[in-house]
Antibody, heavy 120, light 107 residues
């Protein structure tokens, strides 16, 4: 069974770039009909999709964040990564990585989530 | 973006009760809808996909129905472990969007 695990700094200074990595285990990131996504959630609030990447490197981003987001993949390490630039306090949320099933459009495996705080 | 409206925002019910949660997209999405369960401090878990298909391993007391602009998640007999917030998600149009959540509490 595939498992996902987020890693990265829990504290980022305002105006800097947030960087997170998701490591996939229990299966190859390149196999199957899956995209790999980032989703975020403010404390006590709903879920916001950030973007997705296909193993080939093709990406799609939420228009609301597109100007600040870069998602990349390293198939040799079975990892994909998120970079969010020019962060503010509003980016202080829990970030999840998730597997997106292309056929159903649903997120069928999730990481445990990691809280990133933006503060000086 | 397609806006997803869930109701109620919270519900309190007794063990064994039937619980129904509604999700209404701002435009028709055919059957491209999923439901997730998020327990406190945990990541969301996929329960239902394609409006009514039960994800593997999910108890049969969970069911989904609907199409277009009106969808329902039903818990046929509420159990203590069902304490959670439930979210709907549309998979019909880019970008995927989620409802605001329905918190289910046990009386």
């Amino acid at each position: 069974q595939v498992q996902l695990q987020e890693s990265g700094p829990g504290l980022v200074k305002p105006s800097q770039t947030l960087s997170l990595t998701c490591t996939v285990s229990g299966g190859s990131i390149s196999s199957g009909n899956y995209y790999w996504s980032w989703i975020r959630q403010p404390a006590g609030k709903g879920l916001e999709w950030i973007g997705r990447i296909y193993p080939s490197g093709s990406t799609d981003y939420n228009p609301s964040l597109k100007s600040r987001v870069t998602i990349s993949v390293d198939t040799s390490k079975n990892q994909f990564s998120l970079k969010l630039s020019s962060v503010t306090a509003a980016d202080t949320v829990v970030y999840y990585c998730a597997r997106l099933d292309h056929s159903s459009g649903t997120f069928d495996a999730w990481g445990q989530g990691t809280l990133v705080t933006v503060s000086s | 973006d397609i806006q997803m409206t869930q109701s109620p925002s919270s519900v309190s019910a007794s063990v064994g009760d039937r619980v129904t949660i509604t999700c209404r997209p701002s435009q028709g999405i055919s059957g491209w809808l999923a439901w997730y369960q998020q327990k406190p401090g945990k990541a969301p878990k996929l329960l239902i996909y394609a409006a009514s298909s039960l994800q593997s391993g999910v108890p049969s007391r969970f069911s989904g129905s609907g199409s277009g602009t009106d969808f329902t998640l039903t818990i046929s007999s509420l159990q203590p472990e069902d304490l959670a917030t439930y979210y709907c998600q549309q998979a019909n149009r880019f970008p995927p969007t989620f409802g605001g959540g329905t918190k289910v509490e046990i009386k």
